[in-house]
């Protein structure tokens, strides 16, 4: 697995979206399937995703 963070490689997903206190992200995997991760960020926290 690779690990890859939002900020960094945001050029990546299909769309990244900020609702309220909540980052929506959209990203496209290899399979060509849409998975969707919504998850709470606080400041110094980084948000993971497995591509």
Do not use: G, R
Request: hydrophobic share 45%; aromatic share 16%.
């Amino acid at each position: 697995m690779v690990f890859q963070y939002i900020f960094v490689k945001i050029a990546k997903y299909e769309s990244f979206l900020k609702c309220n206190n909540y980052y929506i992200v959209n990203i496209i995997n290899k399979n060509l399937t849409i998975v969707s991760f919504v998850n709470l960020i606080s400041n110094q926290q980084q948000l993971e995703i497995s591509i």
